[in-house]
């Protein structure tokens, strides 16, 4: 009796438990912007996902897939990469790469482009490692950095003055190449790239990608090359990959999505495409953290690929159609926003873009004292007020550096005709609102 | 390293060149690539490469070899299950992102089928992480409340990632034996038992968790409430953490109940369950599992989970939470697929057992899961041949692929350093497979001793 007394006495958990690795990156941005969005917006710009559908090609290879007489394809595949995924990736890859890819060596399959993103920092980033992130950044980089024990270190793109009456294009958005060279130290360990960019639709061009190049190769550091949206560039503009320049090959990892290639983010397949001598350690940390990526996704990403690369180049392909529909969109919304007064900045790649949204300063109350940004009063204000969700691009930027993008909010223009349409209604009757005595 | 320039016509209406002026650039840089590649992996990850399934996931993969090995159904899944998922494949929003800790429709189910088993009530959205697979479980959960300094007891046999993980975490593994009683009978799973003096002496204040696997994988052993209460006096004393890895919690044979250690006194706010879409259901790969737990523990999964994926596929979440919910409704009844995937299963195992049994082995009965492990050097094979730095185990296996064409999986590679001797001559039989396939592993055993034409 007494022990058994002496046992609920004792039971309460008391030690504290959390793993240090876990400090200061509890806190998520997007926990309360879907939050808010989930509860006032009428019209979601924020989050970046397509709210049209998938392909049909693409999803009646998955239904195929799942109801086909091979029922082996609900059990566990190779770990590294379903094979006809690898196959078709390592092809596809090397032709825009221009080398030989072994697809069991060159390419892994991972559990959407974040989780390789997380591979890349615990195969490499050793505590006392520092890591360059170019500001704004998709905010999970800087956090992966920290758990991993490395120093993020920032590097801003800057934006150049505006010319009068003109749009500005997110090639505004530099690097200045000596800010970046002073990043570099012997305790640099990788930089982080990320084109086309998000949050801002840059996409680098090759000559600031070879600057890039250059301090790798000299200070010889590895480069993470997040290349997600590496479809969704307009203007008839070129996707480089860094890891085709001059000695990249040997120290990059380019990651791809199938989420945002094929609009499908809720299938979370990515992939690494890299040497064997990177790849091998990022095998490493896949068997000793999730092991196998789910079958039937990937079965139907390798259909979709194939399909794609016997279109290539021609009007049919997605990769030709989905950007041609984006562009469009990209201009619907930028005339919006430049008719009410909010200045965009088109972008030249993904589906996101960015506004300045300084000239609606009399809509938002100054808070006195806050330490919260502008951009993220603002957006919240207009999420509750004009029903229109957006992200605030300080939210994409290092603590210390909040104040440089506070003017600007973030909008996802992968949405359907009627979704912009109501968006633009929202604008148009915002701008009446304020002309309006 | 020179790049000559190349076109791929076959690109279509774009042709890539690389530039040749990338030659003449070449030698702006002192030699480049030939200075020491100094990228090595990181400290975390040192000596965690080699993997027993790499190696013999790859050579079982031939078709003519029978493949009792690796643990996956070659039965199919039912086909409910199949049906869900093509419907919600069909619905464009379940193929965008889903709630990052886990589908709410999923974790509404869950909570409902787990509320039923245990007694308790269960918050979908702070007691539950949906993971990729329940080895995604056991990452987030090590990665959350592991660090370097704590030590981590693990019951031998065990699945073999328990140690690569803990090591990955930085913290130390501490090994206990399941061993078999004295008086009692070694073919019977559950006279493997853990000695609880010996148990008693792992426990220390560095000891921040014990990891225990209900049924247990490879033994099949069925941890009953007394052996459960030990392992909870122990962790309650010394304020230890319980990750209790449940995977084949509804496979479970005649004369066995499948208790959950978090429901003793003293040990829910302690314990972490992780249970798998894969194990219940026949689908493996689908790679969804969960951990349920306190919301102060679960919390810290959670930070992991948005730091390394943010969320799991949307459409397998939907179709799991819609086949919960038609085995939820049935939980009454014996057709419910829990039980009924059980029975099939039993059957399985009476089979097998008879099989191995005929060819002279005697292997140790699982009262739960879908292995079964055996001593092999009672065949006395010569295996002179086969590499002799590996363990007997592994060379056994690998003779038995090639000459026998039947695949299993050696017990060493569930083994800690100070054990592997004490099971080197065990290996690992996966019997949860169709008819045809133990038809033909029936046919092997049934001709072992004679020659190869």
Same mark, same amino acid.
């Given at each position: ?107 892994? =399959? ?42 993020? =270190? ?109 609009? =499908? ?173 | ?453």
């Amino acid at each position: 009796q007494t022990h058994f007394l002496f046992l609920s006495l004792q039971a309460k958990m008391s030690r504290p438990v959390r793993a240090r690795r876990l400090e200061g990156i509890d806190k998520n941005i997007w926990v309360e912007f879907v939050k808010l969005a989930a509860t006032y917006s009428k019209v979601n710009l924020g989050q970046g996902f397509p709210d049209f559908p998938p392909p049909d090609f693409l999803k009646e290879a998955f239904v195929k897939t799942v109801s086909g007489k091979n029922h082996m394809l609900h059990q566990y595949t190779r770990a590294f990469g379903h094979p006809p995924l690898v196959k078709i990736l390592a092809q596809f890859f090397g032709k825009l790469l221009g080398r030989d890819l072994d697809p069991m060596t060159n390419v892994m =399959v991972t559990v959407g482009a974040y989780q390789a993103l997380f591979y890349c920092f615990q195969a490499f980033v050793d505590e006392g490692d520092e890591v360059i992130i170019i500001e704004p950044f998709f905010d999970c980089y800087e956090s992966m950095v920290k758990m991993a024990g490395g120093t993020p =270190v920032f590097v801003p793109l800057r934006l150049k003055a505006p010319k009068d009456g003109k749009l500005m294009s997110s090639a505004d958005w530099q690097l200045d190449p000596a800010e970046l060279a002073s990043k570099f130290s012997n305790r640099t360990k990788a930089i982080v790239l990320n084109s086309p960019n998000n949050p801002l639709g840059k996409v680098f061009s090759r000559g600031e990608l070879e600057l890039i190049a250059d301090l790798c190769v000299k200070h010889d550091v590895l480069c993470i090359s997040d290349e997600v949206y590496e479809w969704l560039v307009y203007d008839g503009k070129e996707h480089v990959r860094i890891a085709s320049l001059q000695g990249m090959w040997d120290r990059t990892v380019t990651i791809g999505s199938a989420g945002k290639t094929f609009s =499908v983010t809720g299938w979370k397949v990515g992939w690494t495409v890299g040497p064997d001598r990177l790849l091998q350690h990022l095998r490493t940390v896949h068997q000793n953290s999730v092991y196998h990526c789910a079958t039937v996704a990937q079965e139907a990403v390798a259909q979709g690929f194939q399909r794609e690369l016997e279109l290539y180049g021609k009007p049919e392909s997605y990769f030709v159609q989905l950007p041609k529909e984006l562009q469009q969109k990209r201009d619907c919304l930028v005339q919006s926003l430049d008719a009410v007064g909010m200045k965009p900045i088109v972008p030249e790649g993904t589906y996101f873009l960015v506004a300045d949204i300084s000239q609606f300063k009399s809509d938002v109350p100054d808070v006195p004292d806050s330490d919260e940004p502008y951009d993220s009063r603002f957006a919240k204000w207009m999420v509750k007020n004009k029903g229109l969700a957006a992200i605030p691009l300080s939210t994409f930027s290092c603590g210390a550096h909040k104040d440089n993008y506070n003017n600007f909010i973030r909008f996802c223009f992968a949405k359907e005709e009627a979704t912009l349409k109501a968006a633009n209604d929202i604008l148009q009757k915002w701008k009446r609102e304020k002309t309006s005595p | 390293m020179l790049f000559a320039s190349r076109s791929f016509c076959c690109l279509g209406i774009r042709t890539y060149q690389l530039q040749t002026d990338l030659l003449s650039r070449s030698f702006r840089f002192s030699a480049p690539t030939t200075m020491a590649f100094r990228h090595k992996n990181t400290r975390r990850i040192e000596g965690l490469d080699s993997n027993v399934w790499v190696e013999f996931t790859k050579v079982a993969a031939d078709p003519s070899i029978v493949n009792l090995g690796q643990g996956l159904p070659d039965i199919s899944p039912p086909s409910y299950v199949k049906e869900e998922l093509a419907k919600a494949a069909a619905v464009d929003r379940l193929n965008q992102y889903t709630r990052g800790f886990g589908h709410p429709s999923l974790v509404k189910a869950l909570s409902q089928v787990y509320e039923r088993v245990c007694g308790r009530k269960i918050d979908p959205l702070t007691d539950i992480l949906v993971t990729v697979g329940a080895y995604g479980s056991l990452f987030s959960t090590i990665q959350a409340l592991v660090e370097e300094g704590d030590e981590v007891i693990i019951i031998e046999p065990f699945y073999d990632c328990y140690e690569p993980m803990v090591k990955m975490a930085g913290a130390k593994p501490v090994f206990i034996p399941l061993r078999y009683k004295n008086d009692g009978n070694p073919a019977s799973s559950a006279d493997w038992v853990l000695d609880p003096a010996e148990l008693a002496n792992k426990f220390n204040s560095k000891t921040k968790a014990i990891i225990l696997n209900t049924p247990h994988n490879p033994m099949g052993k069925v941890f009953t409430r007394e052996e459960l209460q030990v392992i909870a006096d122990l962790c309650i004393r010394h304020d230890t953490l319980c990750i209790s890895d449940e995977v084949y919690e509804w496979l479970v044979y005649k004369g066995n109940k499948h208790i959950k250690i978090a429901m003793l006194p003293g040990m829910w706010e302690r314990t972490i369950t992780i249970g798998s879409a894969g194990k219940t259901y026949s689908v493996t790969g689908w790679k969804l599992g969960w951990a349920i737990g306190p919301q102060n523990l679960i919390k810290h999964l959670q930070v992991v989970h948005q730091n390394t994926l943010y969320t799991c596929p949307t459409p397998l979440q939907e179709a799991l939470a819609q086949a919960f919910w038609i085995d939820y409704k049935r939980m009454d009844d014996p057709d419910c697929y829990f039980y009924s995937l059980s029975r099939e299963l039993e059957s399985k195992r009476d089979r097998m057992a008879r099989l191995l049994q005929e060819a002279g082995l005697k292997p140790i009965i699982p009262d739960g899961g879908y292995f079964m492990i055996v001593d092999v050097s009672t065949l006395n094979v010569d295996l002179s041949d086969v590499d002799e730095k590996q363990p007997y185990d592994y060379r056994f296996v690998k003779w038995m692929i090639t000459s026998k064409k039947l695949s299993a999986i050696p017990l060493s590679a569930f083994c800690g350093p100070e054990t592997k001797r004490q099971f080197e001559k065990y290996i690992r039989f996966c019997f949860i497979k169709k008819d045809s396939t133990l038809d033909a592993a029936e046919a092997i055993l049934k001709n072992w001793n004679k020659q190869p034409a």
